[in-house]
């Protein structure tokens, strides 16, 4: 029985205050990822091979025509990396506030807006750079970080982000 009371125990307050202040500054300096350009080379593969196999000339002919420029396209961004053009890292302080450093070496701070996933695979989070940037969504695969720095911003994550929403909440449903 002290078992479980230890282990209900274990969890604290998610708050700002909680983080231990000795922990230094989670810096996210994600390089591109290999596993994220081998599933989309697959996607895509895939997607040509079925749309060629089972349908008319037209759709194979559209298909051999938009699904390269679309992989294109998204091999443009990867090449890119996984943070926006101007951004060199990502800084989570022990405040839970965000800063971008800046590729001229100047530092600005950072919205985060939502975490859209967190699992042991991935990590999506949507973010805002605050002097007028739009919103965007940035994924770090588990080969685009140091393991460490993976695990890391995956239990940070994990304290600030909501519970996910049930569906049946969605549309007005009452699942109880």
């Not at 998610?14 to 350009?37: D, K, Q």
Request: glycine share 6%; proline share 8%; with cysteine.
């Amino acid at each position: 029985m002290e078992w479980s009371s230890a282990a209900s125990t274990r969890r604290q307050d998610p708050s700002p205050t909680s983080w231990r202040p000795f922990e230094a500054p989670l810096r996210i300096e994600p390089v591109r990822s290999g596993s994220s350009l081998v599933r989309m080379l697959g996607g895509y593969a895939l997607a040509t091979l079925a749309l060629c196999l089972e349908h008319s000339l037209q759709i194979r002919m559209l298909a051999i025509g938009v699904l390269p420029a679309a992989f294109l396209f998204e091999f443009r961004r990867w090449l890119a990396g996984p943070l926006p053009g101007k951004v060199r890292a990502l800084v989570l302080r022990n405040d839970q506030s965000w800063v971008a450093e800046l590729k001229d070496g100047s530092v600005t701070d950072v919205e985060l807006v939502q975490v859209l996933r967190v699992s042991p695979c991935v990590i999506r989070i949507r973010v805002r750079l605050i002097p007028g940037g739009r919103c965007r969504d940035l994924s770090f695969a588990a080969d685009a970080l140091s393991p460490a720095a993976h695990r890391r911003l995956r239990v940070r994550l994990s304290w600030i982000a909501p519970p996910p929403t049930i569906i049946g909440r969605i549309h007005g449903h009452s699942s109880t």
